[in-house]
């Protein structure tokens, strides 16, 4: 599959229908989720490997991922109407995943991946701690989407560091999201975004 077809495909995936601001469910557009996809496929991290989507939403993430070549993908989220969507694209798409109605903090499998778009901590702050939390516990390599805000990156950048990770900032993306959830003059407001790979550090007594 070329890049543009899954950022096509994936564009035309069903979105949320009500969205809930408090749960910060905006979906990742077509073209930033290709983007993080295939820096994640570039890098060995896809194709063969088992998956978790922290955060899932509409299932965006996890079915790229599986479209990619991903042996197994976990797709996480808490609340069950957007699990909903997600089944039903994942079924439009034709490939499997296996989907979890539950909180990221729950989550207990090893895996080789994990991707994800997790809340900003807009609307309730530090509401991407348990995902990156959990991230640094099941899995060695994270690809994760923040603020690009100066002291958005201090944080990831020590908070990675304190957990034994390495972080990388891989692109700084604009993106398009509902104005609901940070504005309410507009119809639609651009952010700008960071695409990190957190990688664990080599273990000292290796
Ligand atoms: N990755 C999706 C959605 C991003 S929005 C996409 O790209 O379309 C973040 C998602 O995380 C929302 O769907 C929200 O319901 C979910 N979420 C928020 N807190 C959660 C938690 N503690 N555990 C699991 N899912 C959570």
Same mark, same amino acid.
């Given at each position: 599959m070329r890049r543009k077809h899954l950022a096509i495909l994936l564009s035309q995936l069903d979105g ?11 979906r990742t557009p077509g073209d930033v989720a290709s983007e993080l996809l295939w820096?994640?496929a570039?890098?060995?991290?896809i ?6 989507d922290?955060?899932t939403g509409t299932g965006v993430l996890a079915i790229g991922a599986k479209l990619l070549g991903a042996? &197994?993908v ?11 969507i997600a089944?039903r694209n994942a079924k439009k798409v034709g490939v499997d995943i296996?989907?979890?109605? !539950? ?12 991707i !994800? ?11 991407? &701690? ?77």
């Amino acid at each position: 599959m070329r890049r543009k077809h899954l950022a096509i495909l994936l564009s035309q995936l069903d979105g949320f229908s009500e969205p809930k601001p408090w749960l910060e469910q905006y979906r990742t557009p077509g073209d930033v989720a290709s983007e993080l996809l295939w820096l994640a496929a570039q890098c060995g991290d896809i194709e063969g490997k088992v998956i978790a989507d922290f955060g899932t939403g509409t299932g965006v993430l996890a079915i790229g991922a599986k479209l990619l070549g991903a042996e &197994r993908v976990y797709a996480l989220e808490i609340d069950e109407a957007a699990l909903e969507i997600a089944r039903r694209n994942a079924k439009k798409v034709g490939v499997d995943i296996e989907f979890l109605n !539950m909180d990221v903090s729950e989550f207990n499998e090893r895996v080789d991946t994990v991707i !994800m778009n997790p809340p900003f901590g807009s609307q309730r702050k530090h509401a991407d &701690r348990p995902f990156l939390l959990k991230a640094f516990e099941v899995s060695e390599v994270v690809y994760t989407i923040h603020l690009a805000k100066p002291e958005v990156r201090k944080f990831i950048e020590s908070f990675s560091k304190d957990h034994g990770f390495v972080p990388r900032l891989l692109r700084t993306i604009h993106f398009e999201i509902p104005a609901q959830f940070f504005f309410h003059e507009k119809q639609l407001e651009w952010i700008t975004t960071d695409l990190y790979r957190l990688e664990k550090s080599p273990s000292k007594d290796i």
